[in-house]
Antibody, heavy 119, light 107 residues
Framework: EVQLVQSGPEVKKPGESLKISCRAVDYTFTTYWIGWVRQLPGKGLEWMGNIYPDDSDVKYSPLLQGRVTISADRSTSTAYLQWSRVTASDSGIYYC????????????WGQGTLVTVSS | DIQMTQSPSSLSASVGDRVTISCRASQTIANYLNWYQHKPGNAPVLLIYAASVLQSGVPSRFSGSGSGTDFTLTISSLQPEDFATYYCQQSYDIPQAFGQGTKVEIK
């Protein structure tokens, strides 16, 4: 059964680094784009970026480029989202999704990772 | 960047009602339009892709239409489990923006 398994909740202080993960199960990791989507408190869904694990081609939201890094490890079928320095405005729920072929949307989603940044 | 605008932002409806949600793109996106259902505490669920193709496993009361800049999600007979927030998303160009969401509430 295809699954995306995300890492657990995180509590960080402002200025700390953070890396969350999304492990793909039961499909060929390198043949589908993975997207990252977030939901900040009280807000809607926001697209952050996509990665193609086969060659690590990454497309970022212009609003977030430079603030986050998306990467993938083919050997462990895992995608990552990382920050070098988090701020309170990064608090929210972060989802990864497998993107179907032909730009057909996120057909499988991870369970979400809750990130809380507070001093 | 392509902007996605949904209407209405929220609506109240009863079980059995026909519900229609609109999504407009700021420029043409052909049929690169996806619809998702999102409930609190759950991951989003893909309902429709390519504007009108029903995702496997999704009930047939959901349907999508449109192309170019104007799109519609229709729920033919609203069920109790359909109360949720619905989002459109364009996958035509980067950034792959979502609409602001439409919350469907119980009347």
């Amino acid at each position: 059964e295809v699954q995306l398994v995300q890492s657990g909740p995180e509590v960080k202080k402002p200025g700390e680094s953070l890396k969350i993960s999304c492990r793909a199960v039961d499909y060929t990791f390198t043949t589908y784009w993975i997207g990252w989507v977030r939901q900040l408190p009280g807000k809607g869904l926001e697209w952050m970026g996509n990665i193609y694990p086969d060659d690590s081609d990454v497309k970022y939201s212009p609003l977030l480029q430079g603030r986050v890094t998306i990467s993938a490890d083919r050997s462990t079928s895992t995608a990552y989202l990382q920050w070098s320095r988090v701020t309170a405005s990064d608090s929210g729920i972060y989802y990864c999704a497998r993107l179907g072929t032909g730009s057909s949307g996120g057909d499988y989603w991870g369970q979400g990772t809750l990130v809380t940044v507070s001093s | 960047d392509i902007q996605m605008t949904q209407s209405p932002s929220s609506l109240s409806a009863s079980v059995g009602d026909r519900v229609t949600i609109s999504c407009r793109a700021s420029q043409t996106i052909a049929n690169y339009l996806n619809w998702y259902q999102h409930k609190p505490g759950n991951a989003p669920v893909l309902l429709i892709y390519a504007a009108s193709v029903l995702q496997s496993g999704v009930p047939s009361r959901f349907s999508g239409s449109g192309s170019g800049t104007d799109f519609t999600l229709t729920i033919s007979s609203l069920q109790p489990e359909d109360f949720a927030t619905y989002y459109c998303q364009q996958s035509y160009d980067i950034p792959q923006a979502f609409g602001q969401g439409t919350k469907v509430e119980i009347k």
